[in-house]
């Protein structure tokens, strides 16, 4: 049998956008995220395919397995983690690119066994192929992968061509400002930066990924959307899990340095850029770095600063009990490290000059839930404010962007009856209920995108750190101040009561999230 009979997806026409042959490679394939969510999302590519007509999968892992091993561990993990059912004609079409590569990551010898196998592959297709190189491990091995990918020729593979080789980073890039530079100089002494994808998961998502549709192709949004007509801006990036199994990299990590120095701080700049003159990756790039540029530096002090943070205690989740956080198995019993954290952010420019933009995100929090919360001023007080018949709210535009995706929209609105009296209406739009439920995970058209070159939804070096730097004095702070101001708040609650203090200094409340 014909290799393309034998692999109909694989060598069928690619729809999305002439992906090119590529092989790729996963570092760290036996970890959770190759199986959770890579190979799933590189199968559901597979079947509706949109991966390149010859294409390859190394996973390549430090334990010793065959080809058949691993082919049998990513079909469990499609089995169970994919969107989209397992079906015998959809892993036949995908399997037989699957294979495998053990060495370890310091060994230089495994790169360049890895190098031949390559060039096997390519003489098996009979054609070039560019390479894609995925990061999926520790933070600890980023560097040393990277050098030895240039020390082995993989980095510089049909340099200056279409088909220059590309790499995936996973985040963290850096645990400080210094830590980042030294990852961004490392990359670019192997990669140029149009060959560098560092990857935020968070803007592969769609409702993410329609915040600057509705921006900037609604004309009753634009005109609006500044300090003239915007009281405030909320992002709340929620978790009702506790760290799980990621206690030793989470008690290192922390709140701000998990969630809010890449997450979140990516959706304050898609919603406070400004318009880019074109949707080419760069422009989109070029205003995101800007608005992080204008970001005021943070009032860092215990009373009236712009920062706060704090623990989880003992408390109920979702009905069940679940320890404090200093009970967690694999936490040091004395950990200052923050699980919650609020912030209040000022940009110093002509659309948002005196408009408080608060982030707030932890762990072991009331429900999970993230979302962007615009908030219009009021009207001028002059009709509708006699009496208690007129309840009228702000009104507030909220982009959820999960788990339920979608946008409301609060107005104001008469009560049916012969007297006038109003209240708030809330306008919904769910994605599922409109496109239907099956939408492709973030990481598939990360993938993808990476494959074609498309950095539009990756982060850039200078702006990673430009987040940094404006993170960095936030921890060197904390530091200083060892466990004073790391205020408790139980498990299953909203997080520190000190976050309110942020909001309440400006007249204004957190919306409750997820409703």
Not at 141 to 147: A, D, G, M, W
Not at 357 to 367: D, E, T, V
Not at 378 to 406: K, S
Request: with cysteine.
């Amino acid at each position: 049998m014909n290799e393309s009979n034998r692999h109909p997806f694989l060598h069928g026409l690619s729809k999305h956008r002439g992906t090119p042959p590529t092989l790729l490679v996963i570092f760290g394939a036996s970890g959770d995220l190759t199986q959770r969510k890579l190979i799933p999302a590189l199968f559901n590519l597979a079947v509706d395919q949109l991966l390149p007509s010859c294409f390859s999968l190394v996973g390549f892992g430090r334990k010793p397995i065959s080809d058949e091993a691993f082919r049998e561990v990513a079909r469990a993990s499609i089995q169970q983690f994919s969107r989209r059912p397992f079906t015998p004609e959809a892993w036949e079409s995908l399997a037989g690119s699957i294979v495998y590569h053990s060495g370890d990551y310091d060994d230089l010898k495994a790169y360049q066994s890895l190098a031949a196998r390559i060039e096997e592959t390519q003489k098996k297709f009979g054609r070039d192929i560019q390479l894609l190189f995925y990061i999926s491990t520790p933070p600890n091995v980023f560097e040393c992968i990277l050098q030895h990918l240039g020390h082995s020729g993989l980095a510089s593979w049909n340099k200056n061509t279409p088909l220059a080789s590309k790499v995936i980073i996973e985040k963290p890039f850096g645990m400080d400002l210094k830590s980042a530079k030294q990852l961004n100089y490392t990359l670019r002494m192997q990669f140029d930066e149009e060959q560098i994808f560092r990857i935020d998961h968070y803007l592969g998502k769609e409702t993410v990924q329609d915040l600057l549709v509705q921006r900037f192709a609604n004309s009753i949004f634009e005109p609006i959307w500044n300090r003239e007509y915007v009281e405030c801006i909320q992002m709340t990036v929620a978790e009702s899990i506790g760290v799980g199994s990621r206690a030793g990299y989470y008690d290192q990590s922390g709140a701000l340095r998990d969630m809010i120095q890449n997450h979140t701080m990516q959706l304050l700049a898609l919603t406070a850029m400004e318009p880019p003159v074109s949707l080419a990756p760069e422009a989109i790039r070029d205003e995101k770095v800007k608005v992080l540029k204008a970001i005021q530096p943070l009032t860092l002090k215990p009373e009236g600063g712009d920062v706060v943070r704090g623990q989880y205690t003992e408390g109920l989740v979702g009905g069940q009990k679940v320890p404090a956080y200093l009970k967690e198995e694999g936490i040091h019993p004395d950990s200052s490290t923050e699980t919650f954290a609020a912030l209040r952010f000022y940009i110093n420019n002509w659309r948002w000059q005196g408009v408080p933009f608060y982030i707030r995100s932890g762990k072991r929090l009331a429900k999970r839930v993230s979302e962007i919360v615009v908030q219009f001023k009021r009207p001028p007080g002059v009709l509708f404010t006699q009496g208690n018949r007129f309840d009228v709210a702000a009104n507030t535009l909220v982009m959820h962007i999960q788990p339920d995706e979608g946008i409301s929209l609060l107005l104001n609105s008469k009560i049916p009856g012969l007297e006038t009296r109003t209240q708030p209406v809330r306008m919904h739009f769910h994605y599922a209920t409109t496109y239907g439920s099956n939408t492709p995970e973030a990481y598939e058209r990360l993938i993808i995108d990476a494959m074609i070159g498309d950095s539009t939804l990756f982060i850039r070096g200078d702006e990673t750190e430009t987040s940094w730097a404006l993170c960095d004095p936030i921890l060197a702070y904390w530091k200083e101040q060892g466990h004073t101001g790391l205020e408790p708040y139980v498990a299953g609650s909203w997080g520190s009561l000190a976050a309110d203090r942020l909001l309440w200094e400006n007249f204004h409340t957190w919306r409750v999230s997820g409703s």
